[in-house]
């Protein structure tokens, strides 16, 4: 008992100073603010990985359209 009370009281008095930290500010963030960091990732990327697809594709529409331009369906 008294080893997980102990544990208990350790993990409550460590995640209690995380409780208040404060909001950070865009500048403060440095790498993780550029616009290539987001879950989407850099907009002018995807763009080029879409036209890359499609182009692999030899179809208009590339997502979303069965078979391909080369006829193996």
Do not use: I
């Not at 500048?27 to 550029?34: Q, S, T």
């Amino acid at each position: 008992m008294k080893p997980t009370l102990c544990l208990s009281l350790c993990l409550l008095v460590s995640l209690g100073g995380c409780s208040n930290l404060g909001e950070v500010n865009p500048w403060e963030k440095g790498d993780l603010a550029k616009p290539a960091m987001t879950f989407e990732g850099d907009p002018l990327d995807q763009r080029f990985m879409q036209h890359t697809y499609g182009s692999k594709e030899s179809a208009s529409g590339g997502y979303g359209v069965g078979g391909g331009g080369c006829g193996c369906n």
